[in-house]
């Protein structure tokens, strides 16, 4: 999450009555990779995985490799889509990572689903790391978990899948995907972003908000989603924690520009963000794998396909 914003299946479709609707829940993510993903990726080895450096690169390659093991498309040429920050004396060289699942569905206006997770975090301080375990190593752990699924079980809808580097100086990656890519926004349908999905060992629950959600989905697909919400192994709460000292209004406005998603609604693009909110290891040295709570993040990372596969099939 941005560093500079301190907070954080197969349903019927048709209209029916929610209270009816028994969603089944299945573990169907393959949780040994999982768990392998986010251990990796916020080992010592990167280094924090600060924008610009050597272990952000080491990510970069890494979230590479694993798409091409498998067999997932980048989007365009490569899977490295490079950008530049320019600062006073001297400029920062980032990169997104872009790729893309095809979607079943051959109309020729279906749109895109846009999945985003950012890699980079807050790098090191001498020989402290700020590993960024659930910061944000576990939304991309889960995003790489979850094109793992999709590609063996097409969506509807083509998938990008948009790793941004970045988010931690402002959200350049997501910006800079915005810019690079206009001719797609149109076709944007949805973007769900995930950031933070792992907390704490004392985190209990996965938050999310949503704008323009509504507007894709009937009142009753919309019933139906909260009902698969309810039906995990977690508890998803909608909206997060009020900041001390702030007014409520106040707060979820932070929490709209908290992340990739405020790219994209600024864009008019309807948006999904999940997290678990700040917590005591939030951007501190303390945000290792060991520290993270392993069944809240399996939960959220199963609760969000369940989520997405309904979506895909109803908007």
Sequence with gaps: MI?????GCSVNSQPVNTTQVNVAFSYVLDQQQLYKHIEILSSNDFDGRKLGSSGNKKAQDYI????QELNVSPLGNSFYHDFTISGLFTDKQGSNIVAVIDGTNKLENKGYIVLSAHFDHIGKTGHKVFNGADDNASGTAAL????????????????ILLFTDGEESNLKGANAFVNEHTDLLDEI???INLDMLAGSKNSQKLHFISRGVNKLLS???????????DNSTIKVKKGF???????VSTSQRRWVNASDHAIFHKARIPFLYFGVGTHKNYHKTSDTYENINRSLFLGAAESIYQQLVFIDKSI
């Design 64 to 67: 590479v490799q694993t798409l």
């Design 219 to 229: 009142e009753s697909d919309l019933e139906i989603l909260t009902n698969i919400r």
């Design 189 to 191: 349908k949805l973007n």
């Design 3 to 7: 560093a500079n914003v301190l907070l």
């Design 241 to 247: 924690k009020k900041m001390s000292g702030t007014k």
């Design 144 to 159: 790489l978990s979850l094109a793992q699924r999709l590609i063996t079980k097409s969506p509807n809808h083509d998938i």
